[in-house]
């Protein structure tokens, strides 16, 4: 401490003063919470928040917020502004028909929250416990709830109890006002008796009410049926509207479908009969020119047949009688052949045609159009194919007769004696179709000489045959060519004459 510098001890001093000071203004400076309020007494209390009373005593009120407390000259006290339920509760009170009732209710009290309440509830609270101040309001509040409850019916306390209760609380609020207090609610619980006269007052009530409700239920199931049947019928005419729609819509479409289906089943037909109709005229050309071809070739096939025959007739001029039978022969059966090839060529041409005319007929019969054309050109086929039958037969004929009128008689011998084979096997093909046979002998032997015998017979008989179905008599034919051919053998003699 000896070598401590005296300089410091000023400072130092300083620092301490100002820190006790600052700890006696912390200790001395009080804060206040909302649900309080700090009442200081004493002197030097200022003017703001100050209640003075009659007699001219001060008390300073401080809510929210603080205060410093001077040391010696002021005292603080803290008073709870907390509210307070208070269950209020009356004996049996008489009414003003006499009738005792029994009322619960709850209030809810607290001190005001002005600086008069708060300075009044101070002077009569402060330092007693908060018992004393509900036991005092509770008794406020029960002697006013009798007070009234006297003077009103059971029927109006019954009721309306809110303004019974708003009644309690309107008088009550003035001497509670006195205390410092105020009436946060009041609100009645209950009213009863004990001889069952609120009871009986009910009934009529409740039978009213339920009779109300029973009529009110009935009017409701009334109305709720209406109205389910009005709703029934609304959603049969909407389902019944909507089927209606829904034909129309359906008809509609199906009419559209049709005429769509219409348009194009009228349209694929003139297609079709368009197409039918130029086939069946591609065919007419077609056929026409093959017609044309035909001709040319028959044509040509004729002036060739021309040519051979006057080639065939120089040749019999140049060659031996003997081959003349040849060259008539040859001649017949060529004209033969070719006129069965024709009418075959002709069938042929004619069952096509038909085919072909009835197939597009048969796919095509709802086209009157092309079934006309088609007929036209199975007409003018058939008409073609018989005037070419009926040329190819003249031809035939024509050629036949050529050869008739060249070589005379004795070519119709000769195809009559050619075609008596013929004819005997026709006669003889019933006896070769004959699988068994038995021959019944008469004992003469002449049994098995039979068969071949009657196909003899048959044979002797075919020229009397011939000439009851032809008129042509072989045997005068025959007689013919052998008495011409006997003069004609006569002069050979004198050929050697005229050589000499």
Same mark, same amino acid.
């Given at each position: 401490?000896?070598?401590?510098?005296?300089?410091?001890?000023?400072?130092?001093?300083?620092?301490?003063?100002?820190?006790?000071?600052?700890?006696?203004?912390w200790?001395?400076?009080?804060?206040?919470?909302?649900?309080?309020?700090?009442?200081?007494?004493?002197?030097?209390?200022?003017?703001?928040?100050?209640?003075?009373?009659?007699?001219?005593?001060?008390?300073?009120?401080?809510?929210?917020?603080?205060?410093?407390?001077?040391?010696i000259?002021?005292?603080?006290?803290?008073?709870?502004?907390?509210?307070?339920?208070?269950?209020?509760?009356?004996?049996?009170?008489?009414?003003?028909?006499?009738?005792?009732?029994?009322?619960?209710?709850?209030?809810?009290?607290?001190?005001?929250?002005?600086?008069?309440?708060?300075?009044?509830?101070?002077?009569?609270?402060?330092?007693?416990?908060?018992?004393?101040?509900?036991?005092?309001?509770?008794?406020?509040?029960?002697?006013?709830?009798?007070?009234?409850?006297?003077?009103?019916?059971?029927?109006?306390?019954?009721?309306?109890?809110?303004?019974?209760?708003?009644?309690?609380?309107?008088?009550?609020?003035?001497?509670?006002?006195?205390?410092?207090?105020?009436?946060?609610?009041?609100?009645?619980?209950?009213?009863?008796?004990?001889?069952?006269?609120?009871?009986?007052?009910?009934?009529?009530?409740?039978?009213?009410v339920?009779?109300?409700?029973?009529?009110?239920?009935?009017?409701?199931?009334?109305?709720?049926?209406?109205?389910?049947?009005l709703?029934?019928?609304?959603?049969?005419?909407?389902?019944?509207?909507?089927?209606?729609?829904?034909?129309?819509?359906?008809?509609?479409?199906?009419?559209?479908?049709?005429?769509?289906? %219409?348009?194009?089943?009228q349209?694929?037909?003139?297609a079709?009969?368009?197409?039918?109709?130029?086939?069946?005229?591609?065919?007419?050309?077609?056929?026409?020119?093959?017609?044309?071809?035909?001709?040319?070739?028959?044509?040509?096939?004729?002036?060739?047949?021309?040519?051979?025959?006057?080639?065939?007739?120089?040749?019999?001029?140049?060659?031996? %009688?003997?081959?003349?039978?040849?060259?008539?022969?040859a001649?017949?059966?060529?004209?033969?052949?070719?006129?069965?090839?024709?009418?075959?060529?002709?069938?042929?041409?004619?069952?096509?045609?038909?085919?072909?005319?009835?197939?597009?007929?048969?796919?095509?019969?709802?086209?009157?159009?092309?079934?006309?054309?088609?007929?036209?050109?199975?007409?003018?086929?058939?008409?073609?194919?018989?005037?070419?039958?009926?040329?190819?037969?003249?031809?035939?004929?024509?050629?036949?007769?050529?050869?008739?009128?060249?070589?005379?008689?004795?070519?119709?011998?000769?195809?009559?004696?050619?075609?008596?084979?013929?004819?005997?096997?026709?006669v003889?093909?019933?006896?070769?179709?004959i699988?068994k046979?038995?021959?019944?002998?008469?004992?003469?032997?002449?049994?098995?000489?039979?068969?071949?015998?009657?196909?003899?017979?048959?044979?002797?008989?075919?020229?009397?045959?011939? %000439?009851?179905?032809?008129?042509?008599?072989?045997?005068?034919?025959?007689?013919?060519?052998?008495?011409?051919?006997?003069?004609?053998?006569?002069?050979?003699?004198?050929?050697?004459?005229?050589?000499?």
């Amino acid at each position: 401490m000896e070598n401590f510098p005296d300089y410091l001890y000023i400072p130092i001093l300083v620092v301490a003063v100002l820190v006790v000071l600052g700890l006696a203004f912390w200790a001395r400076y009080k804060t206040v919470s909302p649900d309080e309020a700090m009442i200081v007494t004493g002197s030097f209390l200022g003017t703001k928040n100050v209640a003075v009373d009659e007699s001219g005593r001060r008390i300073k009120i401080v809510r929210g917020g603080g205060a410093f407390i001077l040391p010696i000259f002021q005292q603080a006290q803290f008073l709870s502004l907390l509210s307070h339920k208070l269950d209020v509760t009356t004996p049996e009170v008489y009414t003003e028909q006499g009738v005792p009732v029994m009322t619960d209710a709850v209030a809810i009290i607290k001190i005001g929250g002005s600086v008069e309440d708060v300075a009044t509830a101070a002077e009569q609270f402060m330092g007693k416990p908060t018992e004393s101040l509900k036991g005092e309001a509770q008794e406020v509040l029960e002697g006013h709830l009798r007070a009234i409850l006297g003077t009103m019916t059971v029927e109006e306390v019954y009721r309306n109890r809110d303004k019974f209760a708003q009644e309690v609380q309107g008088v009550a609020a003035r001497d509670l006002k006195k205390m410092g207090l105020q009436i946060v609610s009041f609100t009645i619980k209950d009213v009863r008796d004990k001889h069952g006269y609120l009871e009986a007052l009910g009934k009529p009530r409740i039978a009213a009410v339920k009779r109300d409700a029973d009529i009110a239920e009935a009017q409701a199931i009334r109305d709720s049926r209406i109205q389910k049947a009005l709703a029934e019928e609304e959603g049969q005419k909407a389902e019944l509207l909507r089927d209606t729609n829904i034909a129309e819509a359906t008809k509609e479409k199906e009419l559209k479908v049709a005429s769509f289906k %219409k348009e194009q089943d009228q349209a694929k037909a003139e297609a079709d009969q368009a197409y039918a109709i130029q086939e069946a005229r591609s065919k007419q050309s077609v056929v026409e020119e093959q017609m044309k071809v035909e001709l040319v070739r028959k044509e040509r096939e004729i002036d060739l047949e021309a040519k051979e025959i006057l080639r065939r007739e120089k040749q019999y001029d140049a060659e031996v %009688k003997k081959k003349a039978d040849a060259d008539r022969y040859a001649v017949e059966q060529a004209a033969e052949a070719d006129k069965a090839r024709r009418i075959r060529e002709a069938d042929a041409m004619k069952y096509k045609i038909e085919a072909e005319a009835q197939a597009n007929a048969e796919q095509k019969r709802l086209n009157g159009l092309a079934e006309a054309e088609a007929q036209r050109a199975k007409g003018s086929a058939e008409a073609e194919v018989i005037r070419l039958r009926g040329l190819a037969e003249a031809e035939a004929k024509e050629k036949l007769a050529q050869a008739f009128e060249k070589f005379g008689e004795a070519a119709v011998l000769d195809i009559i004696v050619k075609m008596l084979p013929e004819l005997a096997g026709k006669v003889a093909e019933p006896i070769a179709s004959i699988d068994k046979l038995t021959v019944v002998d008469t004992g003469h032997g002449e049994g098995a000489a039979r068969v071949s015998n009657y196909v003899t017979s048959l044979m002797a008989t075919a020229p009397e045959m011939l %000439k009851n179905v032809s008129g042509i008599d072989i045997d005068k034919l025959v007689q013919g060519l052998t008495n011409r051919a006997l003069p004609a053998s006569g002069p050979k003699p004198a050929a050697p004459s005229a050589e000499e």
